[in-house]
């Protein structure tokens, strides 16, 4: 099996891994609903886009920091950790701030409650920073030197670079001004 195929093979295989149940439990919703009409295309959720933007970030990782076919596998799985990792301590951050938020808009809301609240919030913050830590070092393992330099400054192109394409998505699906 070629590099770029073997490369492609594990790619597409997490991509499936990561799709299917979202799309069977679609289907199944689908199921239910009457058909769109005809020439109406369904957009994927934003936790689809996100995946597979997360697709495109592990090619262009493996190819901006030229990390060999021996060593993708580790970093493959690290960086879906690290990737992992963001996304649901940022889930549970969202919700501690929507809390948060419904309580300090409540006049009658219980001063305890809030300051719970804002406990939870520094405490997910400070965990946070750790298990992030953890995950950049495990993921520096698998890196030389000049590779973990490239991979951060790739993460902050990465991270322009999503900005962008929200930012051009939002404005596309603006109604025009008349």
């Given at each position: ?175 025009p001004k008349l």
């Amino acid at each position: 099996m070629s590099i770029n195929l073997k490369r492609f093979a594990i790619i597409a295989a997490l991509a499936l891994t990561v799709a299917a149940p979202a799309a069977a439990q679609r289907g199944r919703a689908r199921a239910q609903e009457p058909a769109p009409p005809a020439g109406d295309v369904p957009v994927g959720s934003p936790a689809e886009i996100q995946r597979m933007f997360d697709s495109y970030a592990l090619i262009q990782a493996q190819d901006q920091l030229k990390i060999s076919d021996d060593k993708f596998p580790q970093f493959l799985a690290r960086f879906k950790a690290l990737q992992d990792t963001r996304r649901r301590n940022m889930v549970e951050r969202l919700r501690n701030i929507q809390e948060l938020r419904r309580l300090s808009n409540d006049p009658q809301a219980d001063d305890t409650q809030m300051r719970d609240r804002l406990k939870a919030l520094a405490d997910l913050d400070a965990r946070t920073r750790i298990e992030l830590e953890k995950a950049y070092e495990s993921i520096n393992q698998v890196l030389d030197i000049r590779q973990q330099a490239k991979f951060r400054v790739f993460e902050e192109n990465m991270e322009r670079r999503k900005l962008e394409l929200v930012t051009r998505a939002r404005q596309a699906n603006r109604p025009p001004k008349l």
